[in-house]
């Protein structure tokens, strides 16, 4: 079974630095997608970055950017020039390409706070 | 941009009542799922419908059903509800324009049971 690892239930970082996320996960497949999502105090999650296994170039949103690492099975995000608003909790999340059927299975979060 | 809505945004309920949470999405979606999340341990699926009356469990199905009898509607049933059910309860939809399209969030409704 996949399984998805964030190692660091919370972090901080202060206003204008750069602060790096851990993921890990755990899959047979070859094929498969990540994500990051931000849910801010709203509750709202957020799609914040995605990326396909196939793609060996880390996807890049704006001052969020990912290191992923197939090999290592590792997906940190990396949140450069932090703001006050990027104070949330980040999840990540697998899931298996293809089929309608196929869920999505995340982690248990990374509390973020920004100092200002 | 889609709006998935969920009906209530806080809830209190006693012991043994039954309880619905209702979910609409507004995008023609047809995937919904049906999440709760407890600290430390991150989003959990209870079930997800890939279609109008089709349904599927997920990892925590126990002491809960679903219903969707309309595409744009998916609802959550505690039939009779108990304190471990205290928690938030997460709403989403995606549909399937592409294979690694992004899920599209509710705000939640936290619901206690006493």
């Known amino acids: 079974a996949q399984t998805v690892t964030q190692s660091q239930p919370e972090m901080s970082v202060q206003e204008a630095e750069t602060v790096t996320l851990s993921c890990t996960y755990d899959t047979s497949e070859s094929d498969y997608y990540l994500f990051w999502y931000k849910q801010p105090p709203s509750r709202q999650m957020i799609l914040v970055i995605r990326q396909e296994a196939y793609k060996q170039q880390n996807a890049t949103e704006n001052r969020f950017s990912v290191n992923f690492q197939k090999a290592a099975k590792s997906f940190s995000l990396k949140i450069s020039d932090s703001q006050l608003g990027d104070a949330a909790m980040y999840f990540c999340a697998y899931r298996r390409y293809g089929g309608a059927t196929n869920k999505l299975i995340f982690g248990t979060g990374t509390l973020l706070a920004v100092q200002p | 941009d889609v709006k998935v809505t969920q009906s209530s945004r806080y809830l209190v309920k006693r012991t043994g009542e039954k309880v619905f949470l209702e979910c609409v999405q507004d995008?023609?979606?047809?995937?919904m799922f049906w999440y709760r999340q407890d600290p430390g341990l991150g989003l959990r699926l209870i079930y997800f419908s890939y279609d109008v009356k089709m349904k599927e469990k997920g990892d925590i199905p126990e002491g809960y059903s679903v219903s969707r009898e309309k595409k744009e509607r998916f609802s959550l049933i505690l039939e009779s509800a108990s304190t471990n059910q205290t928690s938030m309860y997460l709403c989403?939809?995606?549909?399937?324009?592409?294979?690694?399209?992004?899920?599209?969030f509710g705000s939640g409704t936290q619901l206690s049971v006493l």
């Open positions: 995008m023609d979606h047809e995937n």
């Open positions: 989403a939809s995606r549909g399937e324009t592409a294979a690694n399209e992004k899920l599209f």
